[in-house]
C-alpha cells in the first residue's frame, strides 16, 4: 500500500515498522521516499531509506546516505549501528573508520535521547540482537515512561525473541499501549500475534478486525487476518480474505503467496497455480527487487507443495536463480537451489549445488547430506555408505538430524535390502522430522511449510508403502505395521494440504491395503473431484472395485482413466486391471486374450529390447513378471497345463537372479496346488531360501498347505516356527507365530510368544532401534487372557501395562471395557477417570480424540450400571468434547474431517435417543437435527427424526426424511417401510402396498418387513383374511407368498413369527401361542415372541370388572405362570421392563394381596422414571381394582398429556381406553368419545376402542349408531368374542335390523352354543318380530 494514505506520521512509522518486520526492504525504502514528498528532509523518513539500501544489500550506497545522517537529531545511534553494520559486510574492512563508529556508539549510549534509543531499539531487534534491543527500549522507556510506541516495542521485542516466559509478558505491554494510544496500530497488531502465538487465534482474529474497522488506511492487516484464517486451516475464508486484500493491493506479495498455497495444498490446481507464480514473480521484480531471501523462501515453500510438477519446479528453479544472482555467497540459498534440482530428479546438478554450498560454509550439514542423498540415487552406494557411516559416527544418538536417518533408511533398503530396518529408519525420520516442523505445536503457517517438508512426507509415505506389498491382506489378517506408518505420515500432510493429490491417492493405496475399500473409495472419490484427468486415481479405484467384486464399476473406472490418456493402452498396469476382472469373473478365456496383448507390448518380453516400453520408456520388472505369472495362472485354470508349464520356464529364464525370481517359485507352487499337487507345491516352496525377500511369504505358503490341504496341525506350526528359530528372529515373525497359535485355539502358547515379542520390543526401543509407542502387543495379550477366561490375569495384565504406559489410553480403554462386560461397574469408571485425569497434562488432537472415547466408553458403563443421570452427563461431556475436535479439524484433510463428523453425529443420535426415551421430544428433535448437520447421511437420524415427525402427525417432514435416505440407499428397508407407513396414516393405502410389494416381490422370505406390513395393515384396519370383494388380505397373501417362495419357510423362525404375530392381532391367540412358540428360541426372533406370549398371557383385557370385590388371596392362574416361566428365558431385556412383567403377573393374579404387591412394584419403577407409560398404566389398573378410581383417573390424564409415541403405542391405547371406560361410567361421554378417536387415529383395529363408543350410543339411545360402531368392533374382533357378537346382535334387534340381529346369534351360538341370554332375550325375539 502507499504510504500517501497514512493520516499521519505515527501512522507512517507504523506502515515501515510493519514492513520491517516483514523483511520486505524495499516495501519499507518506498514507503519512506513516498512520506518525504510530505516531509522533506525529516531524519527518521531518511534514515529508514538508509536502513532500507543496507538490507538489500547496497553497503556503499548505504553508507553514503547514513553518513548524511550522522548527528541528526533522534537517529543518531540507529545510524551509527547501521554503518557499523554496513561496514563489517564488506571483505576489506576499513578497520579505522569502523573502530571509529564503535566509539561514537560507546559514547551515545551514555547520552539520554529518546528518539535515538528508539530507533536503536528497532533496529536491534530487526537484527536479531533482542537483548540490546531490550536495553534500549528499556531506557527509553526510563526517559519517557508514557511512550505508548515504546511500550509497544518493548512487547514486539518479548515476543519475537523466541522466549515463551519473555513473551508472556508482551501481552501485558501491548495492552498498556493500546490503553495509553487506541489508534496505536503496532499495540493491536502485536496483541493479535500474541493470541495466535498462543493458540487463540479466534481471538487473533477479533483483534485484526478491530484494526481494519478503525484503520481502514491500514490494509495489510487484510492479509494478515487471511494468514491467521489460514493458521486454524479455514481455508475458504482464507482465499476469500486473500481475495479481497489484493482487490485493495494488486501487489501484494503475502497475498499472492496465499494465494498460490490455496491452489496447491487445498485445490491441486497446477495450471492455476503457475499463473499465480508468473505473477508473483512480476511482483517481486517491481517491489521487492533485491530481496534474495524472499525469492528463496517463496521457491521452497512452493516446490514443497508442488507434487514434483515440472512446470512448477521450472519457475521455482528460475526464482532461486534470481536469488543466487543476488546473494551468490549464501550458502542457505545455494542449498535450496540444490534441493530443487533433487525435487526434479536432476542429481547430477544437485550434488554440484550441494558442493558449492558446502564451499560456502563448511560446516553446513545439510549440504553434506544432500549430497549422499544424490549419490544414493544415482546409484553410488558404496561411496554414499562410506559417507554415510562417517557422519552417523559423528552425529548418531540423540539430537541426530532427521537427514541421517532418512539416509540410513534408503541405504537399508537399496544396499542392504533390509525391509525391517528401513520402516525403524523412516519411522524415525518422521519422529526427529515433525519435532522439528514447526507444526509439533499445532500451529500453521506459510512459513512452516518449508520446514514441514510435504513432499519429503510423501516420499517416506510411498517407501513405507513400498514394503506392504502389492495386495490387500487377507480378510481378518492385520495389515503390515509399514501400512499404519505409512497412514500416520500422511495424516500429518494433510493436516497442511488437504487437498495434496498425491498424499490422497497414497491414503487411498494404504487403506486398500488394509482392506478397507469403502474408505479406499471414499478417499479416492474426493481425490478424482480434484483432478477428474488423474490417471493413477482411476487406475487405483479400478482395483478397489476389483476387490469389491464390482467389476463393472472397475472396467468403468479403467475407461474413465484410457478416456483421460490415451497412451495408457500402452501400460502394463492397464492390461493387468483388465485381466483381473476377468479372472475375478471366471472369464479365463477372456483374461486369456488381455494377457497375450500385455505380453506383446514392447519391453514385456525378453530379448534385446526387454524393460524398455513404447519411446524408451522402462517398463517395471514387477509389472513384467506379473504380466508372466497371470498368464501363467489363467492357462492353468484353462487346463492348458503345457503352456502355463512352459510359461513358467520363460519366466525363470527371464527373471533368473532377480528380485522377483522367488516370486515366480510361489506362482509355480500355486499352480500344482490347483492341479492337486501338494508334495509338488511343497517342494517348490522349500526351495525359497532364508533371506530372500519372499522367504516369508514362502513360509506362510507352505503353512497355509499343511493347515488347508493336509489338515497337518503340526507341521503348520512348524512353518512359523522356522521363522522364529532364524539367527534373527523379528518382533513381527514372533508375532505371526502367536497369531498361528490363536488360530488353533491355543491362546496359552500365543501368550508364551507375545510376551517374547514384548520384551524384543522394550530391548530395542532400550537399544535405540525402534521409537517407543503405541504398540499392539499389549492389547493382543490382554485378548488371548480372555479368550483363554482369565480375567482376573487379563485385568492384571491390564493393569500393569496402563501403570507402565500411561499415556497409551487404548490400554485403559481395553481395561475399563473388559471391566464393564464382567459387571465391575465402579473398577470401570475408576479407570477411565484415572486415563481422564492423565489426559490433563496433554495437548493437542490426538488427546481430544482419545478423550472422546473415553467419555463415551464412562456413558456406555452407566447406561449398564442403570445410572441414568450419569449417563446423560457423560453423552452431553463428549457432545461438547468433540465440538472441540470438530473446530480443531476445520480446515485439515476431507476425510478426517468427514470421520469426525460421523462420530459428532453419533453422539448427537445417541443422546437424542436418550432423551426421546425420557420423553424429552423437543430436545430429541433438535438434537437429531444436529446430528444431520454433522453428517447429512446418517441413517439412524434420519429414521429416528422421521419416526418422532410420524409420532407428532407431522408427515410431511418424515416423508422429506424417508425420501433423502432413499436418494442415498435406495435399498433402505427401513426407509422404504417408514414411507409405507406415512402413506397408511395419509390414508394412501395401495400407495403403502406397493412400497411393501416392491420389498417383498423382490424377496418374499423378508420377515423383518413383513413384520411390518402386518402391523401396519392392523393399524390402517385393514387385518382382514378377505376383503369384501372376496380377495385375500394382504397379510394373508404375503404370508402364503413367504410359504411359496422358499421350501425351507416351514422351518424358518421369522416365517413362525409372523403368522404368530397375524394370529394374536386376528384373535386367534391359540393358533398365536403355538406359532409364536416355535420361534421362541431363535436367536434373533426369540425375545420378540417371547414379549407376545406374555402380552397374550397377561392380557389386562381378562382382567375381572370394577364392580368386582377381590378375594384376599387365591392360587396363581395359569396363564400367569406360564408367562412368569417365558419372563425367565429374557435374558437380553432391559431391568426396568423385567420389573414391569413381574408387577404385571401379580396384577394379573386378581387378589388384593397381589394387587397390592404389583401396585407397590409399579410405583418403585415410577421413582426411578416417573414418566413411565407401562408402569403409570399397571398401577392405574391396580388402582381401580382397589376401588381408587380419583388416583387412577390422575395418573391415566398423565399419559393423555403425553406425547404418542410408536414404541409405547400399545401401552398409550390401553391408557387411552381405561381412561375413557372410568369417564363412560362417569357419564364424561364427550371426553370418553374423544380418547376413543385418539386411538382409532392410531389404531383402526381397536376392539375396545370401538366397544366403547358402541356403549356410549347405546346409552345414548342411538341404536342405529351403536350397531355401526359394534359393527366395526365384530369385524376386527373376527368374530370370535361372544360378548361384542352379543352387543351387536341386541343393538341390531333395537334398529330393527332383525335379520342381521338373526345372523350375529346364530354366529355367537356356533362359537359358544350355551351363551346365556342371546337366544331367548335377541334371537327369539327377531324372528317373532319377522313373522307375518
Not at 800 to 805: C, F, G, I, L, R
Request: hydrophobic share 40%; proline share 4%; aromatic share 6%.
Amino acid at each position: 500500500m502507499s504510504a500517501l494514505l497514512a493520516p499521519d506520521a505515527l501512522s507512517v512509522q507504523t506502515l515501515i515498522s510493519y514492513y520491517a518486520r516483514k523483511n520486505l526492504h524495499h516495501h519499507v525504502f518506498t514507503a519512506a521516499s513516498q512520506a518525504l514528498v510530505k516531509r522533506t528532509n525529516d531524519p527518521v523518513l531518511l534514515f529508514w531509506k538508509g536502513y532500507a539500501v543496507l538490507r538489500e544489500g547496497k553497503q556503499a550506497d548505504a553508507i553514503r546516505e547514513l553518513d548524511l545522517l550522522r548527528g541528526k537529531q533522534g537517529v543518531q545511534l540507529p545510524v551509527l549501528l547501521c554503518l557499523k553494520i554496513a561496514h563489517e559486510g564488506f571483505k576489506l574492512q576499513d578497520r579505522e573508520a569502523l573502530q571509529g563508529i564503535k566509539e561514537e556508539i560507546f559514547q551515545e549510549e551514555k547520552g539520554n535521547r529518546e528518539g535515538s534509543f528508539f530507533l536503536a531499539a528497532m533496529v536491534s531487534m530487526l537484527l536479531g540482537d533482542y537483548k540490546k534491543a531490550r536495553e534500549y527500549v528499556t531506557r527509553t522507556i526510563e526517559i519517557m515512561p508514557t511512550a505508548p510506541q515504546a511500550k509497544s516495542l518493548a512487547g514486539w521485542i518479548d515476543l519475537l525473541c523466541g522466549s515463551d516466559s519473555k513473551a508472556k509478558k508482551s501481552l501485558a505491554l501491548f495492552e498498556e499501549a493500546a490503553e495509553q494510544n487506541p489508534k496505536d496500530v503496532d499495540a493491536q497488531l502485536g496483541r493479535s500475534a500474541y493470541y495466535a502465538q498462543h493458540r487463540d487465534v479466534d481471538r487473533a482474529i477479533d483483534l485484526m478486525n478491530e484494526v481494519l474497522i478503525k484503520n481502514q488506511w491500514f490494509t495489510p492487516a487484510v492479509t494478515e487476518k487471511a494468514h491467521l484464517l489460514f493458521a486454524i486451516a479455514d481455508w475458504d475464508q482464507a482465499i476469500e480474505t486473500a481475495k479481497r486484500a489484493l482487490a485493495l493491493d494488486p501487489n501484494s506479495i503475502d497475498a499472492l503467496t496465499l494465494t498460490v498455497v490455496h491452489l496447491l495444498a487445498h485445490d491441486s490446481n497446477f495450471p492455476a497455480a503457475c499463473s499465480r507464480i508468473g505473477e508473483l514473480s512480476e511482483v517481486l521484480r517491481e517491489n521487492e527487487p533485491n530481496n534474495a531471501p524472499l525469492y528463496a523462501s517463496s521457491a521452497a515453500i512452493f516446490a514443497r507443495l508442488c507434487a514434483r510438477n515440472s512446470p512448477i519446479l521450472t519457475q521455482c528453479a528460475e526464482m532461486i536463480g534470481h536469488a543466487v544472482r543476488l546473494d551468490a555467497t549464501s550458502a542457505d540459498v545455494k542449498v535450496e537451489m540444490a534441493y530443487q534440482f533433487y525435487l526434479s530428479g536432476n542429481y547430477s546438478k544437485a550434488y554440484s549445488c550441494y558442493q558449492d554450498a558446502s564451499k560456502l560454509d563448511e560446516a553446513n550439514m545439510t549440504a553434506l547430506y544432500g549430497m549422499i542423498k544424490c549419490q544414493i540415487f544415482e546409484g553410488q552406494l558404496d561411496d554414499a555408505s562410506g559417507q554415510f557411516e562417517f557422519l552417523n559416527e559423528i552425529h548418531s544418538g540423540p539430537g541426530a538430524p532427521a537427514d541421517l536417518s532418512y539416509i540410513g533408511a534408503l541405504l537399508a533398503t537399496r544396499k542392504d535390502h533390509d525391509a525391517e530396518q528401513t520402516v525403524v529408519k523412516l519411522e524415525e525420520t518422521v519422529r526427529i522430522h515433525m519435532e522439528h516442523s514447526g507444526l509439533k505445536d499445532g500451529k500453521l503457517s506459510v512459513a512452516n511449510i518449508t520446514k514441514f517438508d510435504p513432499d519429503l512426507l510423501i516420499q517416506i509415505a510411498t517407501e513405507l508403502l513400498g514394503h506392504a506389498g502389492a495386495d490387500p491382506v487377507p480378510p481378518g489378517e492385520t495389515p503390515p505395521q509399514s501400512v499404519s506408518k505409512c497412514m500416520r505420515v500422511l495424516d500429518q500432510v494433510s493436516r497442511v494440504a488437504p487437498g495434496m493429490l498425491e498424499a490422497r491417492v497414497l491414503q487411498a493405496r494404504a487403506r486398500y491395503l488394509s482392506r478397507d475399500f469403502d474408505g479406499a473409495q471414499s478417499v479416492l472419490a474426493d481425490a478424482i473431484s480434484l483432478d477428474p484427468s488423474h490417471a493413477s486415481s482411476h487406475m487405483l479405484m479400478a482395483q478397489i472395485f476389483i476387490e469389491m467384486e464390482r467389476f463393472r464399476d472397475a472396467n468403468a473406472s479403467l475407461e474413465q482413466a484410457l478416456s483421460h490418456h490415451f497412451e495408457i493402452r500402452e501400460s502394463p498396469t492397464y492390461f493387468l486391471l483388465r485381466a483381473q476382472v476377468h479372472q475375478r469373473m471366471a472369464e479365463w478365456p477372456q483374461a486369456l486374450k488381455v494377457l497375450e496383448s500385455a505380453m506383446a507390448l514392447p519391453g514385456v518380453k525378453g530379448g534385446p529390447g526387454a524393460g524398455k516400453g513404447k519411446g524408451g520408456k522402462p517398463v517395471a520388472l514387477d509389472q513384467r513378471a506379473a504380466i508372466y505369472l497371470n498368464l501363467a495362472k489363467v492357462h492353468a485354470e484353462l487346463e492348458h497345463t503345457p503352456e502355463a508349464t512352459k510359461i513358467i520356464q520363460d519366466a525363470r529364464a527371464e527373471f533368473q537372479g532377480s528380485t522377483v525370481s522367488s516370486q515366480i517359485i510361489i506362482v509355480d507352487a500355486e499352480i500344482s496346488l490347483k492341479r492337486g499337487d501338494v508334495q509338488s507345491a511343497l517342494v517348490l516352496l522349500k526351495s525359497v531360501s532364508r533371506g530372500d525377500p519372499y522367504y516369508l511369504k514362502a513360509r506362510v505358503a507352505t503353512a497355509s498347505i499343511h493347515l488347508n490341504h493336509r489338515n497337518n496341525k503340526k507341521l503348520y506350526i512348524r512353518a512359523y516356527e522356522d521363522l522364529v528359530d532364524a539367527e534373527k528372529p523379528t518382533i513381527s515373525t514372533v508375532c505371526m507365530l502367536a497369531d498361528a497359535y490363536m488360530r488353533l485355539q491355543e491362546p496359552e502358547k500365543a501368550v508364551e510368544q507375545l510376551q517374547r515379542a514384548e520384551l524384543m520390543e522394550e530391548k530395542a526401543i532400550k537399544d535405540g532401534l525402534i521409537s517407543s509407542g503405541p504398540s499392539e502387543l499389549a492389547g493382543k495379550i490382554g485378548k488371548a487372557k480372555v479368550l483363554m477366561h482369565k480375567f482376573t490375569d487379563a485385568i492384571e495384565y491390564y493393569k500393569k501395562a496402563v501403570t507402565k504406559q500411561p499415556k497409551h489410553v487404548w490400554l485403559s480403554l481395553a481395561l475399563a471395557d473388559l471391566h464393564m462386560k464382567l459387571g465391575r461397574f465402579p473398577d470401570a469408571i475408576s479407570v477411565i477417570d484415572a486415563a481422564l485425569d492423565q489426559l490433563k497434562t496433554q495437548e493437542g488432537l490426538e488427546m481430544l480424540t482419545s478423550r472422546s472415547k473415553l467419555i463415551l466408553l464412562q456413558a456406555q458403563v452407566h447406561k449398564r450400571a442403570g445410572a441414568v443421570d450419569q449417563y446423560t452427563k457423560s453423552l452431553l461431556s463428549a457432545r461438547d468434547n468433540h465440538t472441540t475436535i470438530l473446530a480443531r479439524v476445520r480446515g485439515e484433510a476431507a476425510e478426517m474431517v468427514k470421520q469426525q463428523r460421523k462420530v459428532a453425529a453419533n453422539i448427537c443420535q445417541e443422546l437424542a435417543r436418550h432423551l426421546e426415551d425420557t420423553k424429552k421430544y423437543d430436545e430429541a428433535l433438535k438434537l437429531y437435527q444436529e446430528a444431520l448437520r454433522h453428517d447429512e447421511r446418517h441413517a439412524d437420524a434420519m429414521m429416528s427424526l422421521a419416526r418422532l415427525h410420524m409420532d407428532r402427525e407431522e408427515l410431511d417432514e418424515a416423508r422429506k426424511q424417508c425420501t433423502a435416505l432413499l436418494l442415498h440407499d435406495l435399498e433402505h428397508e427401513t426407509a422404504t417401510m417408514m414411507l409405507a407407513d406415512i402413506m397408511f396414516r395419509s390414508n394412501d393405502f395401495d400407495e403403502a402396498i406397493r412400497y411393501f410389494a416392491q420389498l417383498l416381490e423382490l424377496k418374499p422370505n423378508n420377515y423383518r418387513a413383513l413384520e411390518q406390513l402386518i402391523l401396519l395393515v392392523r393399524r390402517a384396519g385393514r387385518l382382514v383374511e378377505k376383503d369384501r370383494a372376496g380377495k385375500l388380505g394382504e397379510a394373508p397373501r404375503f404370508l402364503r407368498l413367504a410359504e411359496k417362495a422358499s421350501p425351507r419357510a416351514e422351518l424358518e423362525a421369522g416365517f413362525h413369527y409372523c403368522k404368530g404375530l397375524y394370529a394374536r392381532y386376528s384373535r386367534n391367540f391359540h393358533e398365536a401361542l403355538s406359532e409364536l412358540n416355535q420361534a421362541r428360541k431363535d436367536p434373533e426372533w426369540g425375545s420378540k415372541a417371547i414379549r407376545h406370549m406374555i402380552d397374550i398371557y397377561l392380557d389386562p383385557d381378562s382382567l375381572p370388572p370394577v364392580t368386582t370385590i377381590l378375594p384376599a388371596s387365591g392360587p396363581e392362574p395359569e396363564p400367569v405362570r406360564m408367562a412368569r416361566q417365558l419372563r425367565s428365558e429374557l435374558v437380553s431385556e432391559k431391568p426396568v421392563k423385567i420389573a414391569l412383567l413381574a408387577a404385571y403377573e401379580l396384577l394379573l393374579s386378581v387378589n388384593k394381596v397381589s394387587v397390592e404387591g404389583s401396585l407397590v412394584k409399579f410405583t418403585e419403577v415410577l421413582t426411578t422414571d416417573p414418566n413411565n407409560v407401562s408402569a403409570l398404566l399397571g398401577s392405574s389398573y391396580a388402582l381401580v381394582l382397589l376401588k381408587q378410581d380419583a388416583k387412577a383417573r390422575n395418573h391415566l390424564k398423565r399419559i393423555s398429556k403425553m406425547q404418542y409415541n410408536s414404541e409405547e403405542a400399545e401401552e398409550l391405547e390401553k391408557s387411552y381406553l381405561l381412561l375413557a371406560d372410568i369417564y363412560v361410567q362417569s357419564n364424561k361421554n364427550d371426553l370418553a368419545q374423544e380418547l376413543c378417536r385418539k386411538c382409532l387415529t392410531h389404531n383402526k383395529s381397536c376392539v375396545k376402542a370401538w366397544e366403547i363408543q358402541g356403549l356410549i350410543y347405546e346409552k345414548e339411545a342411538s341404536f342405529a349408531d351403536a350397531a355401526q360402531v359394534y359393527e366395526m368392533a365384530w369385524k376386527f374382533d373376527n368374530q370370535r368374542s361372544p360378548a361384542v357378537g352379543f352387543k351387536l346382535a341386541f343393538n341390531y334387534l333395537k334398529a330393527k335390523r332383525f335379520l342381521d340381529a338373526i345372523n350375529i346369534c346364530h354366529i355367537v351360538l356356533a362359537v359358544q352354543p350355551d351363551y346365556p341370554k342371546i337366544k331367548k332375550e335377541i334371537l327369539d325375539k327377531a324372528r317373532a318380530a319377522i313373522r307375518p
